[in-house]
């Protein structure tokens, strides 16, 4: 790995589904672009928040990174090499560093295998040296980690709550000690208490293990408890990417201000807020001409409708895909 580089280089990503529609007797094909056309850099220690409504691509992209879903094209360059050119195997040994946190506590765990044995499983497989005695003391080292009884490693997922089930799929990801770890929406079906629990135990393995996180979700105000940056995503594409503190003081894209305007604040004092995103999200099977967002945009003129706006720099670390987001930040 050079010196300095970033732990991970995303060059214009693409996934695109081929879709069949029509009837049965005159079928015809579109593509589902879920990823179109994406590229940015994270840094070692990094979090990195991706957000976005439902079917903006967000969980396709996490996914896609891992080579979970194979890419149509693009480049995902992991400490300068480039996992595409990887076989099976070499894939397979990359696998210790790159991990996934899914959103389903429960659906991600094997309701047949013991807490044990799901802890073990990763160790089975990436590590098939290690003898018996000291897989089972990493199991229980990992387990007191993510603050789970070590003395629970014989019960069945079924016999945990969300929130202890999701320190589960935590501990899973963890044991191999890796050095990025994608978190897809980790706490969205957890309830507000125990939201907050896991956020502080995933800052508390980041701090001590020297982790990478790229945290996907729909919930602004969950991202910006942990993000060093968020990047927003709009039908498959970057609207707008800036450090953390530059952003909640003042998104610059429309689409971005829009988001934040929609996180409820629990002062009554405030009033009301501002109303939300007009129209419906169109389909990334015929997503608009030009800018995607220009549909629903207040902002929208006929050159939106005719160029698509490039990722221009706007200062503070940020970028920004919008033709008037220097208007809109002097607004």
């Not at 480039?82 to 099976?88: G, I, T």
């Not at 003129?301 to 221009?312: D, G, H, K, M």
Request: glycine share 8%; net charge positive; aromatic share 6%.
């Amino acid at each position: 790995m050079r010196k300095n580089a970033p732990l991970l280089e995303v060059r214009d990503l693409r996934v695109h589904f081929p879709i069949r529609t029509g009837g049965l007797f005159r079928p015809q094909h579109a593509l589902l672009k879920a990823v179109d056309g994406i590229s940015f850099d994270l840094d070692a220690g990094e979090t990195l928040a991706i957000v976005g409504e439902s079917g903006c691509g967000k969980s396709t992209l996490g996914r896609a990174i891992l080579r979970l879903v194979t890419p149509t094209s693009g480049r995902v360059l992991w400490q300068g090499e480039d996992l595409a050119s990887l076989d099976a195997p070499a894939m397979r040994k990359r696998r210790r560093d790159l991990q996934i946190v899914f959103q389903d506590p429960m659906a991600s765990l094997d309701p047949r295998m013991t807490v044990g044995e799901i802890l073990a499983e990763p160790l089975r497989a990436l590590e098939p040296g290690l003898a018996r005695a000291e897989r089972r003391a990493r199991v229980a080292e990992m387990l007191d980690r993510v603050g789970l009884d070590p003395a629970m490693v014989n019960r069945y997922p079924h016999e945990f709550s969300g929130g202890q089930c999701q320190r589960i799929g935590i501990a899973r990801a963890m044991i191999l000690r890796p050095k990025l770890v994608i978190c897809d929406e980790p706490v969205s079906a957890l309830d507000v208490s125990v939201q907050a629990q896991i956020l502080d135990l995933l800052r508390d393995l980041q701090r001590d293990f020297g982790l990478s996180y790229i945290f996907i979700s729909h919930d602004l105000a969950v991202v910006q408890e942990i993000s060093r940056r968020v990047m927003v995503l709009y039908l498959g594409r970057v609207m707008e990417i800036a450090p953390s503190d530059a952003f909640y003081r003042r998104p610059l894209h429309p689409y971005a201000r829009a988001l934040l305007d929609a996180v409820p604040v629990p002062d009554p004092g405030l009033g009301r807020r501002p109303p939300p995103i007009a129209g419906d999200l169109p389909s990334p099977m015929n997503p608009p001409s030009g800018c995607v967002f220009r549909t629903r945009c207040p902002h929208a003129t006929e050159r939106c409708a005719a160029v698509p706006p490039a990722l221009e720099d706007a200062g503070e670390g940020r970028r920004v895909a919008c033709h008037y987001w220097r208007e809109i930040a002097a607004d």
